[in-house]
């Protein structure tokens, strides 16, 4: 039987909890899928696999569609610990039309659990 390690702690520099503004939702269809997105709806973090140099961390809809990813600046210390074994979460708290700037649109609230 495999017993499961305890998630890294998170350092004390990053915050557990924050908002951040998802980007990238002018891509393909990705703008499409704010029309299914309200508030309160938990989103899915899934991060790039660990052999990319600069690993992401990618927004999705709980259905598995890509919507976009967090900003370069978080992804830089979200996506190693993540792939380290710390999970997130993350809820929309608000979502606009498109006469909002597209990386504006989306506003989540995240959530770091070790």
């Known amino acids: 039987m495999r017993t499961r390690e305890k998630p890294p702690p ?12 998802v980007h ?4 393909g269809q990705r703008a499409s899928h704010l029309e299914r997105i309200h508030e309160g709806d ?3 973090l899934i991060p790039d696999p660990p052999l ?13 569609d890509t919507v976009g990813h967090l900003p370069p600046e978080i992804e830089a210390w979200l996506a190693p610990w993540m792939q380290r074994g710390g999970r997130a979460t993350a809820r929309a708290l608000r979502v606009s039309g498109a006469d909002v700037p597209s990386w504006r649109r989306l506003l989540i609230e995240v959530t770091c659990t070790a």
């Open 42 to 44: 938990e989103l899915l």
């Open 24 to 27: 990238g939702l002018v891509f």
């Open 10 to 21: 998170l350092a004390p520099q990053h915050p557990r909890r924050f908002r951040a503004t």
């Open 52 to 64: 990319d140099d600069d690993p992401g961390i990618w927004v999705h809809l709980p259905d598995g």
